[in-house]
């Protein structure tokens, strides 16, 4: 059963890029042919999809974020990285990584001057 634990700086400033890591265990995030995707929950909105990394290493992004948005992965490490770049205190939301039906606990990142 895959287990997901997402990392990230918590606290950014306006107008940085943030990074966050989504580490897998339990399964390979090369085999099958699934997504491995970020979603986040801005406060008091609903889930917003924005983007995924098949297990080809091909990339998928929400047309919405796409010119700000970046993912990658690092196979020696099973693990799948978001960046999200020229941020705001829009951007401020749990970000969640996801699998099938894994989730991730969830990461609170927070843009503020």
């Known amino acids: 059963q895959v287990q997901l634990q997402e990392s990230g700086p918590g606290l950014v400033k306006p107008s940085q890029t943030v990074s966050l890591t989504c580490t897998a265990s339990g399964g390979s995030i090369t085999t099958g042919y699934y997504y491995w995707s970020w979603i986040r929950q801005p406060p008091g909105e609903g889930l917003e999809w924005m983007g995924a990394i098949d297990t080809f290493g091909h990339t998928f992004y929400s047309p919405s974020l796409q010119s700000r948005t970046s993912i990658s992965r690092d196979t020696s490490k099973n693990q799948f990285t978001l960046q999200l770049t020229s941020t705001t205190p829009e951007d401020t939301a749990v970000y969640y990584c996801?699998?099938?039906?894994?989730w991730g606990q969830g990461t609170q990142v927070t843009v503020s001057s």
């Open positions: 996801n699998h099938r039906r894994a």
